[in-house]
């Protein structure tokens, strides 16, 4: 992925530019809000878009990252048409939520000795309970900066799996007693596991799942998300895009990444490997379980080539207009 992003990097360049003549602003005044996306919706289906009426004239920084999702966009897109599959965590994918396991919108409920691998986010409600007895490994971030970005980052990815093209459908199946290689799976409406779903990585310990669900999940009592292959038990490019609820029963065995548009429950004994569970309107109840995001590297040294070609392109343009 690393040789688009110089390209598409400065092709954020060219399409944002303040600059008339250059750009679409209408003048190098323009003032624009602080985040160039409006605020989170609920609406499922309708993507997060461009403030209303807001210039796209943006400063080097929060382009900086508006280029990151577009160069994880276009690694995501490119993987799921054949191509070698993004990993989240080499390519800046999750950007902002990157550095949370668990991210709710209404608070987190816990019974028992649960432990979170990693860091919370919580915003716009700040609820927790049950902690302790339950574990937080990593900190609690509560309505700060970095809890509002992540959320607004997790939109970002949810939109995104939304609107990959569908591999396959599987719209009434149940996943269980499923083998499935890389590949992008829609269900209409709910889904269900009950058994074991098989997830066969091939010769790619990168391979890209995703499962696009219409409505709710329900993973079964005792039941597996199985990976095999080059990427059994590392892969982190495994997704679940949930168009409203996710449910895991007691002592389900769980692997990728729960990003639900309302709630997250899961049952007692339930856990999630490489993974993280993500409410963007809801709660994520908890009951003696563990969730464990594979800890990911802070540095986006990847895109250091893009973004130096952006500040590098930047000043030539700005010596030009001088």
Not at 39 to 53: F, M, R, Y
Not at 86 to 115: K, L, M, R
Request: aromatic fraction near 6%.
């Amino acid at each position: 992925m690393l040789p688009l992003a110089a390209p598409v990097g400065i092709f954020c360049i060219a399409l944002f530019s303040p600059t008339k003549g250059l750009g679409v602003g209408d003048s190098a005044e323009t003032k624009m809000k602080p985040y160039p996306f409006a605020k989170p919706t609920a609406t499922l289906g309708h993507p997060v878009g461009a403030a209303e009426n807001a210039q796209p004239a943006i400063g080097f920084g929060k382009l900086g990252a508006l280029c990151t999702l577009a160069i994880a966009i276009v690694g995501l897109l490119a993987s799921a048409t054949g191509a070698k599959a993004i990993d989240p965590g080499q390519g800046g994918f999750w950007g902002a939520a990157e550095d949370f396991t668990v991210i709710s919108y209404a608070g987190v409920t816990n019974t028992g000795n649960s432990v979170i691998h990693g860091n919370v986010a919580l915003t716009p409600t700040p609820a927790i309970t049950g902690f302790p007895p339950g574990v937080i490994t990593g900190t609690t971030h509560i309505n700060d900066t970095q809890a509002v970005q992540a959320m607004i980052d997790a939109t970002l990815v949810y939109n995104v799996l939304l609107a990959l093209p569908v591999t396959q459908d599987l719209t009434g199946q149940n996943l269980g007693g499923l083998t499935l290689t890389s590949g992008v799976y829609h269900f209409n409406s709910s889904a269900l596991l009950n058994g074991t779903l098989t997830l066969d990585t091939q010769s790619s310990a990168n391979a890209l799942f995703v499962f696009q669900v219409g409505s709710d999940l329900t993973v079964s009592a005792n039941s597996i998300v199985s990976v095999i292959g080059a990427g059994a038990g590392t892969d982190l490019n495994v997704f679940w895009q949930i168009g409203s609820s996710a449910t895991l029963l007691s002592n389900a065995e769980f692997y990728g990444s729960l990003v639900s548009q309302a709630s997250n429950t899961l049952g007692n004994g339930a856990s999630v490997e490489n993974g993280r569970v993500i409410s963007l309107t809801g709660n994520v109840t908890l009951d003696t379980n563990d969730i464990s995001a594979v800890p990911e590297p802070a540095t986006w040294a990847m895109l250091a080539g893009g973004i130096g070609a952006l500040g590098f392109w930047q000043r030539v343009r700005r010596g030009a207009l001088s």
